[in-house]
């Protein structure tokens, strides 16, 4: 049948633990290789019986000789302290590793040990907790998770180099390389979603009892002491809220989303119908907060099919929306998505977000001033389909139009209005232009569609102009230079007939022109004004830009690595010595 191994390596002895997915049946086989030596094969079962956490003991492993082994359920998959010189695993295709001072994270109910020379005596795995006076130290791979036992009302803070998704029951909130939770007595699971693996800092606090206070006429102001927490009754009814938070504050709005402050402080809007606030300082110092809120039956912060998100913000800052998907995917324009979190509180990694979406998810983005548009791709709401031809003009007289594109060969597709324009190739990221679209985007041949949606309710107006460039084919060395107007785009294509590292690079006059290398269907695959990558044979692009508020510039690519390197001697080496052979 099929097999999945786990393995742990000691120098120059290591050992192969393999599990029959379909029973509890081990198979190990523990082997020893010298450079210049034989290897020496040693192969044998071990089908133990699953012990409880309390009191644990290893057994010798019948024929492999100073090998012992242990099964451990732990249905509760909490972490677990282990003793010293016992290695560990539970998942299938994971190594069996020496865990060290560092809890061990179970990803199931059995939990596998082992150890090597002596069994050591029998042990208990205590449960790993974290004393509010000290901080845990945990090293996480991509998508692995912990548990951590809490109490009720510990109010957790991870802290480290990657997004770190915890969920406790009540809700969590991300800032940059932190984000905190707070625990209804539920245990801590802790998650690495993104990147590479992550080493964090975990630590907790217990919050003292908070009375509710009154929401005071003029808006809530406090300077809240560390390691405190205060809690505000709401005006009840949908309110627009809005929190000016100090750095390491944070605000938990009751059955609501989690603002949290981080190491900077932070502006967040939230629209709803919460009973209470809690806003808890979780660093080191005296900190400010600020609430004001304004009874609103305005349209609410939320995003659905047909209900598409739009707003205009005069100052940066960060907003909370609901969104409830129907299988579809979530688009976001003019702003960084900070995080996208489920109903029971799981946050969403950077490859979910880029998945249909189904069910009621909390939305929180970061914007800059200006306009912020959300929707969920395909239900944008009444869509006007169109043909177009290059070149050509369409009268932007819908809120959401789609345009049927289909040029015979590759082009450089230039769209430009009069009138603020939200703009994208179907399945592509959309750009947002608040003074006027000036786009400019490598078209493959064939059928493509361009979408064309209003940043605010109702039609934008005005015309959009369309027209085509061609490809410019480049060979080896300089190309001709280019004069690029500003916010324009111009695009150059070579063929490359062999695998090969290429050299691509760009000179701007004035030096404001960004690069960019694309496949053949418009994937980019790279990025700077000098490049080396490794190709393989086929045809790429280079897309050059420039800012829109940068001076025309004169644009002049170049390529080496297209044409294979001689191998014989230079051509006047060789016609000298040609030279001297006629002579003799």
Known sequence: GQWRALATARGTAP???????????????????????????????????????????????????????????????????????????????AALTLVGAEPTRPAGE?????????????????????????ALVLNLAAGETARIASAANRFWIAEGSAAIALQAGLGMGLASESSVALSDGKPLDIQQIDGAPARLSLRGIDLPAAAAEAFPANGFTASIPPGTARRVTLPPGATRLRAELGAGVALLLQDGP??????????????????????VNAGEAEAPAALTVVPTDA????????????????????????????????????????????TSGRMLSAADRKNPLNGRYVLTIRHVPGPVLAWLEGAEGPLARRDA????????????????????????????????????????QPEIHPA??????????????LRLLSPVPGAPGGQLSLSASPVRMLGEGLGAPLLVAPGGTALWGFTLERAATIGLGLRADPDKATLELLDSTGKKIGDGVLQLV???????????????????????????????RPSGPPEDILRAYQALAAQK
Do not use: K
């Open 15 to 93: 050992l192969l633990a393999v599990p029959a997915p379909a029973s509890a049946e081990w198979r190990l086989a523990l082997w020893s290789e010298t450079p210049g030596s034989t290897t020496t094969l040693r192969v044998a079962t071990a089908t133990p019986a699953r012990q409880a956490p309390d009191r644990v003991a290893l057994a010798p492993v019948e024929g492999l000789p100073g090998v012992s082994l242990a099964a451990v359920a732990l249905p509760d998959a909490l972490a677990r302290r282990l003793p010293e010189g016992v290695s560990a695993g539970s998942a299938e295709g």
């Open 299 to 342: 349209t609410p912060l939320r995003i659905a099919p047909g209900a598409p998100f739009r707003r205009f913000f005069g100052a940066a800052g960060s907003l909370s929306l609901v969104v409830e998907a129907q299988g579809q995917r979530l688009v976001v324009a003019g702003g960084d998505v900070l995080s996208i979190t489920d």
């Open 534 to 564: 490794d190709l393989q044979p086929g045809t790429y692009l280079m897309q050059a830009r420039l800012p829109a508020d940068a001076p025309p510039a004169l644009l002049r690519p170049a390529i080496l690595g297209l044409a294979p």
């Open 389 to 428: 031809t290059l070149p050509g003009i369409v009268a932007l007289d819908a809120e959401a139009i789609a345009l049927a594109l289909n040029p015979a060969t590759p082009v450089l597709l230039h769209a430009e209005s009069s009138a603020p324009l939200v703009i994208a190739l179907a399945g592509g």
């Open 436 to 449: 006027g679209a000036a786009f400019h985007r490598f078209l493959p041949a064939g059928a493509a569609e």
């Open 110 to 134: 059995t939990l596998w040990l082992l150890a090597e020379g002596a069994a050591p005596p029998p042990f208990a795995l205590p449960v790993e907790s974290v004393d509010p006076d000290r």
């Open 258 to 279: 989690v603002a949290w402050a981080g190491a900077a402080p932070l502006s967040r809007l939230a629209e709803g119908d919460w009973r209470s606030a809690l806003l």
